[in-house]
């Protein structure tokens, strides 16, 4: 019997009007540097009446070339900032 466990931490985090959903520690993608969920799911994630009600979606990942954490962050219609 295998038995996988993985740890995702969420937290939902409002500043200057805008809420983000931040999340780490991503199922099955703990070594990429790349989010799990695509910007179509992103856009369902941020959703007001059956998401997190987010302006965007904040995915913390492990670092690169020494860095503790890299990050990538969507908006609520799926486009990435600039």
Do not use: H
């Not at 809420?19 to 790349?34: F, H, K, L, P, T």
């Not at 856009?43 to 965007?56: E, M, Q, S, T, Y």
Request: glycine share 12%.
């Amino acid at each position: 019997i295998l038995l996988l466990v993985y740890f995702v931490w969420f937290t939902f985090s409002s500043s200057i009007g805008d809420a983000y959903g931040i999340m780490a520690g991503q199922v099955d993608n703990r070594d990429s540097a790349e989010p799990k969920v695509t910007p179509e799911q992103a856009v369902k994630l941020c959703d007001r009446n059956f998401g997190i009600g987010a302006d965007g979606v904040i995915f913390a990942m492990p670092g690169v070339g020494g860095a503790d954490y890299t990050m990538r962050i969507f908006n609520s219609d799926g486009s990435e900032p600039e």
